[in-house]
């Protein structure tokens, strides 16, 4: 069961351009949703994270829009950039039984800009 | 920093065999978690660690085995290899308990089961 759903799968945007990745989710018992970047043959780095209490949050050219009555997120990055291409993951974090959270991760979005 | 790392980068099975994917971090976190990537599915949580000597599943812990004996280490074992099990396996830790502190990852490791 996807608890997490993020679309688009892939994207392609010209340099300048604004790209956008939805993300939605079903638990309303997760409460921090962070957004990690992959470079090819990397491992994901944490991108940019909110919480559920904000609506909009900004570092530098990114910006993650929440809607806690939607149950959607999505991130924005202004200006896009050719080192921006990479794959974008959003995640919900849960706690667990265990006593710590643990992340439920989309699907991930490859995004191309084109110089 | 060497932060976390995983070993080996790259590793060829045939259906059967068993082998045991390293993973060390050097940042004196509790918390690690094994992580598979498959295209088009995400990131799906194997296995994970509060601290040593303490492990639970994650969601597709079938097929795998994990052990925690100090900090540093958190080894994942694929016993009876199955071609199911083709995949990129990353590692990851973090410092705190709570839902801010951040998941550092190592490089992966690409699987080819056949």
């Known amino acids: 069961q996807q608890q997490v759903k993020q679309s688009p799968q892939s994207l392609i945007v010209q340099k300048g351009g604004i790209p956008i990745i939805n993300c939605a989710y079903e638990?309303?018992?997760?409460?921090?949703f962070p957004w990690y970047q992959q470079f090819p043959g990397k491992g994901p780095a944490l991108l940019i994270a909110?919480?559920?209490?904000?609506s909009e949050k900004k570092e530098g050219r990114f910006t993650i829009s929440f809607n806690k009555s939607a149950k959607q997120f999505s991130l924005h990055i202004m200006d896009s950039q050719p080192g921006d291409s990479a794959t974008y993951f959003c995640?919900?974090?849960?706690?667990?039984?265990?006593?710590?959270?643990?992340?439920?991760f989309g699907t991930g979005t490859r995004l191309k800009v084109l110089a | 920093n060497a932060g976390v790392t995983q070993t080996p980068k790259f590793r060829i099975l045939k259906i059967g065999q068993s082998m045991t994917l390293q993973c060390a971090q050097d940042?004196?976190?509790?918390?690690m978690y094994w992580y598979r990537q498959d295209p088009g599915m995400g990131l799906k949580l194997i296995y994970y660690s509060v601290g040593a000597g303490i492990t639970d599943k994650g969601e597709v812990p079938n097929g795998y085995n994990v052990s925690r004996s100090t900090t540093e280490d958190f080894p994942l074992r694929l016993e009876l290899a199955a071609p199911s099990q083709t995949s990129v396996y990353f590692c990851?830790?973090?410092?705190?308990?709570?839902?801010?502190?951040?998941?550092?990852f190592g490089n992966g490791t690409r699987l080819t089961v056949t």
């Open positions: 909110i919480r559920p209490d904000v």
């Open positions: 990851a830790s973090r410092e705190l308990w709570d839902r801010v502190s951040p998941l550092h």
């Open positions: 940042m004196n976190h509790n918390y």
């Open positions: 638990n309303t018992a997760f409460d921090y």
């Open positions: 995640a919900a974090s849960q706690f667990t039984s265990s006593g710590t959270y643990k992340y439920i």
